[in-house]
C-alpha cells in the first residue's frame, strides 16, 4: 500500500483532505490519499483537489465527434458496485490484444450532424445471450452489428444513442439492467460522462459509465475507457 497527496510549487500548499473519506489514510496527523496496487498496470483516475470524487465534466458535442475506440489498457471495460469503482471485474492490459482483441478493434463514430455508427470488422464480443456459448471473438449477431440508423445527443454530462442496438463497451449493459436475450432491445441508452481530457497532440480520453443497478441508484456502474481514433 502506498500513501501520497497532492501539492502545489513543492509543498507550498497541499491537500487538507476529511479523516474518514473514502480515499483516505490517517497515520498519525497526516490524512493522505490511499493507494492499494495489484499484480498489472494501473491507471488512476482524474479526481478534484481536495476531494475522493471525480473532477465535474462539462462536454458539448463538437468534444466526442470523431471515431473512438476502447483504450488499450488496463481497467478499460469493467463493473463495480459505485460509480468510479470497478472492483467486481475489468478486462486487464493484455486482453487488449488477446482475447477481447475484437472488441478493442471496434470503432464507434459520432458524426458532426448527429449520427452515430460503429463498425466491428467482422468479428466482435458475443457473448451467451446472443446465442455465442461460451463467450468470445465472434460473428457479430443483428440487431448489435452496426446495421441500424442510429442517433445521439450530448448534455454537458452524459451521452444519450437513439436507436435499438446502440451502445459502447458491452451490449448487455443497459440502463437498469442487463439484456439476457435478443428482442428486449432498449430504444436508448444514456452514458455519463465522468472523465473527458484532450492532450496537446489532439488525443481525446474519454470515460463512460452506464447503471445497471435495478432502481438506477448507483449500486451497479459499468464503465468503459475510451480513446480517440486519430
Not at 500548499?13 to 474518514?20: K, P, R, Y
Not at 469493467?78 to 475484437?102: K, M, R
Not at 472488441?103 to 458524426?111: C, E, G, I, P, R
Request: glycine residues 12%.
Amino acid at each position: 500500500d502506498y500513501e501520497y497527496k497532492f501539492t502545489v510549487d513543492g509543498w507550498n500548499d497541499q491537500e487538507s483532505l476529511t479523516d474518514g473519506s473514502p480515499c483516505t489514510i490517517t497515520t498519525g496527523s497526516n490524512i493522505n490519499r490511499k493507494l492499494t496496487t495489484g499484480t498489472t498496470n494501473m491507471t488512476l483516475g482524474t479526481v478534484c483537489w481536495n476531494s475522493c470524487d471525480n473532477c465535474p465534466v462539462s462536454i458539448v458535442q463538437a468534444d466526442i465527434e470523431g471515431d473512438w475506440t476502447l483504450e488499450p489498457v488496463a481497467g478499460a471495460v469493467g463493473v463495480g458496485p459505485a460509480s468510479g469503482d470497478i472492483s467486481w471485474w475489468s478486462t486487464t492490459a493484455d486482453d487488449a490484444a488477446g482475447a477481447w482483441s475484437c472488441l478493442f478493434d471496434d470503432v464507434v463514430t459520432f458524426a458532426n450532424d448527429g449520427t452515430f455508427s460503429y463498425a466491428q470488422g467482422g468479428s466482435t464480443w458475443v457473448e451467451a445471450w446472443q446465442g455465442n456459448d461460451p463467450a468470445g471473438c465472434a460473428t457479430p449477431v443483428a440487431p448489435y452489428d452496426g446495421s441500424g440508423s442510429y442517433t445521439y445527443e450530448v448534455t454537458a454530462t452524459t451521452v444519450k444513442l437513439i436507436g435499438q442496438g446502440a451502445f459502447l463497451g458491452l451490449a448487455k449493459a443497459i440502463n437498469g439492467g442487463e439484456l439476457s436475450s435478443i428482442g428486449d432491445e432498449p430504444a436508448d441508452r444514456t452514458y455519463t460522462v465522468i472523465a473527458f481530457t484532450e492532450a496537446g497532440d489532439g488525443t481525446r480520453r474519454m470515460t463512460v459509465e452506464i447503471d445497471i443497478s435495478a432502481n438506477e441508484d448507483g449500486t451497479a456502474v459499468y464503465a468503459y475507457k475510451m480513446i480517440s481514433v486519430p
